[in-house]
């Protein structure tokens, strides 16, 4: 079946920059996603790429696809406190917006 | 806008017990969706809508049934609770346009069955 995979824990200093990877089975995938999740609370949808796109860029967040090895990384550049969370890769299941395939999410623990 | 809005927040049933989880949303999102999340097992999808009145079986539907009556609402129904239920569940919505694929989610609810 479909399979998204991510490493479990990620640990940097305050400033320095966070990445964050991800590896997808389904070469289907429209969509790809990055939620973050703060603890004891819901998903909050940080950003998404179309699958036909090789970059994406939001403010501190840049978001790489290689399709072709269907890799997938988020950086979040100038890493704060307020950046520690569960972040939680996602793809599409046959393009469908409403059947996301998430990964297992990767503990990002930032030191001061 | 609230967004996507779930009741309850946490609950506590014993084993055999039946319960509702709603889930609201005030976006007029065609696509709704219901995950579970369990400890280093991410989130799975349990049942999902495409519109009112048309709902389909995701990953792990054993144990719950869903229905869309509206546009806006997607109750999600435990049957008969077991341990293995307990569990955060969150409710998604979308729109189906393909330039609007943004997913958005709720606050989870923390189901304990004992």
């Known amino acids: 079946g479909e399979d998204v995979e991510q490493s479990l824990f990620l640990s940097v200093r305050e400033g320095d920059s966070s990445v964050i990877n991800c590896t997808y089975t389904?070469?289907?995938?429209?969509?790809l996603y990055w939620y973050k999740q703060e603890p004891g609370a819901g998903l909050q949808l940080l950003t998404y790429?179309?699958?036909?796109?090789d970059m994406k860029q939001d403010q501190r967040l840049t978001v790489l696809l290689n399709k072709k090895d269907k890799h997938l990384s988020l950086r979040i550049a100038d890493t704060q406190t307020g950046d520690s969370a569960i972040y939680f890769c996602?793809?599409?299941?046959?393009?469908?917006?409403?059947?996301?395939?998430f990964g297992t999410g990767t503990l990002l623990a930032v030191q001061p | 806008n609230a967004g996507v809005t779930q009741t309850p927040k946490f609950q506590v049933l014993k084993t055999g017990q039946s319960m509702t989880l709603q889930c609201a949303q005030d976006?007029?999102?065609?696509?709704m969706s219901w995950y579970r999340q369990d400890p280093g097992m991410g989130l799975r999808l349990i049942h999902y809508?495409?519109?009112?009145?048309?709902?389909d079986q995701g990953e792990v539907p054993n144990g719950y049934n869903v229905s869309r009556s509206t546009t806006e609402d997607f109750p999600l129904r435990l049957l008969s609770a077991a341990p293995s239920q307990t569990s955060v569940y969150f409710c998604?919505?979308?729109?189906?346009?393909?330039?609007?694929?943004?997913?958005?989610f709720g606050q989870g609810t923390r189901l304990t069955v004992v």
């Open positions: 998604a919505s979308s729109y189906s346009e393909y330039d609007s694929p943004e997913a958005f």
């Open positions: 389904d070469s289907s995938s429209t969509y």
């Open positions: 790429i179309f699958s036909n796109m």
């Open positions: 996602a793809e599409t299941y046959g393009g469908a917006t409403n059947k996301l395939i």
């Open positions: 976006m007029n999102h065609e696509y």
């Open positions: 809508s495409v519109g009112a009145g048309i709902t």
